[in-house]
């Protein structure tokens, strides 16, 4: 038996094993291993989107530190560090203090059950796909505590628009995903990437296409990016939630966004691009693409769901927030209904 | 082991919901209780009902208690937490909830487990939790299931009523 496959905690409870040692340092150097490769990601991520966002306004992006401002990532985060640490004086305390680390806590929790490749897990558990929309839900306190205790009228009203944003987007998100879990017949990652693999199409992007499309404007939502930046609205509310943050917990805000963006991106790759796999036909007409690891498609999946996060960002103006309602719950959410009734429709039919 | 595991979020509910009545910011009652929701949800993983720990979370955590803290944010807080915690009436309230206590400690001798079900914990690990739980949900309870999902539509009709009211006038 997989030694992953149920919940942490019953794998434990097996009486009198030495093993569980052994497992627990082999997860241990796996969360190691996941965290800084991420870690390293996120940071250049950030590097990545002022290129890309520089060269599509006609700019050069970052150039001064390093080689074509290679270094640009090192050096924000030593400033970042150094600066010094502000708290408002009628702020709560704790909350205040804890609030980043909720936010950036229930980002990083998802990377446990993303498959990076076959049967690469930290955890692979039977309802990773439930677990992942339970920890991005999550997020949204950290956005909501920080705006309420930092006693500031811009981060109150942030945290207000966050909360009912990411509310309703949740719902369109989680359904838009349904689609998929119906047609991978499992809430299990691996075995919806093995399903797909199996599935005539190679990717459940086609079939899944309205899901998709979904998917992806509720993602934005969720993460909070351009167009539906709102609760950070530079131009109406200074910075949103973390105005009145500075150094080291600003810069967990800023980590907790770029890895809920990564974390998306991944979602994107494993539901509907198919993971670490790649479509058969395309094998079949380059067949040395098959020695290629599958660990290196996951992650140009990703490099290419994050890409169009700044390419959305640097095209398309911010909504209003009316209108970013009327999209959540009038488009998205009965749009997400079809699908669900669409896909189980053809599955009952096919079979 | 598992008893240990068990005791401790069996204790931890409970002090943490002591800290939800007790507190004197309504914010920090709202954290105590994610917390609470967590240490259910671990419960929920205990009895291998993965599903209904992640939808513990999904729905509690992420839904309901956000709309909480939503509500709550808009109080004036500074007001609030001048008002006397407990109301005049709570020697009456330890009356009522100790024979509570009482009456449910009584009724404790009368459990036993009773015959195992088609459902039995192998089995439901072989077919995953999520799949056991829809195909008896839809099946055996339908009637039930409906009847609750009709509920909650008079519920949220209710509510739009309501608001709609508010507007014209």
Known sequence: MNIFEYSIFEYFLKPGSFDVLVNIIIILVKIAIVLGVVMFHVAYATYFERKTIGRMQVRMGPMEV??????????????????????????????????????????????AVIPFYKDFAVANINIGLLFILAMSSLGSYGIILSGWSSDSKYAFLGGLR?????????????????????????????????????YPTGLYLIPQIIGFFVFVVAALAETNRTPFDLPEAESELVA?????????????FYVAEYVGMIIMGCLAATCYFGGWTIPWYIIKILPFLKYVPGVVWFTLKVYFVVFCYYWIRATVPRYRYDQLMSIGWKLLIPLALANIAITGIIKVMVK | MVEIIFGYFAITILIISLLVVTSRNP????????????????????????????????????????????????????EEMQIQRFTRGWPAGLLISTGVLIVLITGLKGFKTTFVGQWDIKEIEEATHTKALGKVLFTEYLLPFEIASLVLLIAILGAVVLAKKKLKT
């Open chain 1, 66 to 111: 390093g080689p074509h401002g290679l270094l640009q990532p090192i050096a924000d985060m030593l400033k970042l560090f150094f600066k010094e640490d502000i708290i408002p004086e009628k702020a709560d305390k704790t909350i205040f203090y804890i609030a980043p680390i909720v936010s950036l806590m229930a980002a990083m929790s998802s990377l």
């Open chain 1, 162 to 198: 966050s909360s009912a944003q990411v509310l309703s987007y949740e719902i369109a998100m989680a359904l838009s995903l349904v689609g998929v879990m119906m047609m991978a017949g499992s809430l299990n990652m691996n075995e919806i990437v093995k399903a797909q693999a199996e």
């Open chain 1, 240 to 252: 949103g939630y973390f105005v009145e943050y500075s150094g080291m917990r600003f810069a967990l």
């Open chain 2, 27 to 78: 914010v920090h009652s709202v954290l105590w209780m994610l917390l609470l929701f967590f240490h259910v949800a671990g419960i929920y993983l205990l009895l291998n009902a993965e599903f209904l720990a992640a939808t513990q979370i999904i729905v509690y955590a992420g839904a309901i208690l956000v709309l909480f803290l939503f509500t709550i944010m808009l109080l004036d807080l500074r």
